[in-house]
């Protein structure tokens, strides 16, 4: 027996979460200077990372979302070194940290939306494009990213958007 009413999915309720974002009890603002290390942690991390030390720029990015667990864009940066290095659960499982950490950071939302279409899951790809459409201005270059992906998933693959809500 379900947990969830009649017609409600684990995933239909996910994705109410991602697009209408985190409860109002979860929000709880960290001080100013906790925010400001954290930001230091990760800036330090996108130079190792551009230097080439993704171990050093991993280890920076993990001490960013200690000090505050929800830095999306560590979480999202972190996802990068783990995707280039071939660890795609792992990835994805950063992504979509990001994504519960911050749901208005939008390039988790690309990330998340390329990889599930590099594993061939074009219902969840669909689900972050849309919210990636969804999070862009009209002149946002990755928004018109995502609406065109949007179509060209529509044409190649359109069984995507009917097994959105189904049950896994």
Do not use: H
């Not at 697009?19 to 930001?39: D, N, R, S, Y």
């Not at 667990?69 to 999202?76: C, G, I, L, S, W």
């Amino acid at each position: 027996m379900s947990k969830f009413p009649a017609g409600i999915s684990p995933l239909i309720i996910a994705f109410f979460i991602i697009c209408v974002g985190k409860p109002v009890f979860c929000a709880q603002e960290l001080p100013a200077e906790i925010k400001e290390q954290a930001q230091i942690y990760r800036q330090e991390g996108y130079k190792l990372q551009k230097d080439g030390d993704l171990q050093g720029a991993f280890s920076c990015y993990q001490k960013a979302t200690l000090v505050d667990p929800d830095y999306a864009v560590a979480y999202n940066d972190m996802g990068v070194i783990l995707e280039s290095a071939g660890e795609l659960n792992a990835a994805k499982e950063m992504y979509l940290k990001a994504t519960v950490a911050n749901t208005d950071y939008p390039n988790s939302y690309s990330n998340l939306a390329l990889l599930y279409e590099k594993q061939k899951d074009y219902a969840n790809a669909v689900l972050c494009w849309i919210r990636r459409a969804i999070l862009g201005e009209e002149s946002d270059p990755w928004a018109k990213a995502a609406r065109k992906r949007l179509e060209d998933i529509a044409r190649i693959y359109p069984q995507a958007f009917s097994k959105i809500g189904e049950n896994r």
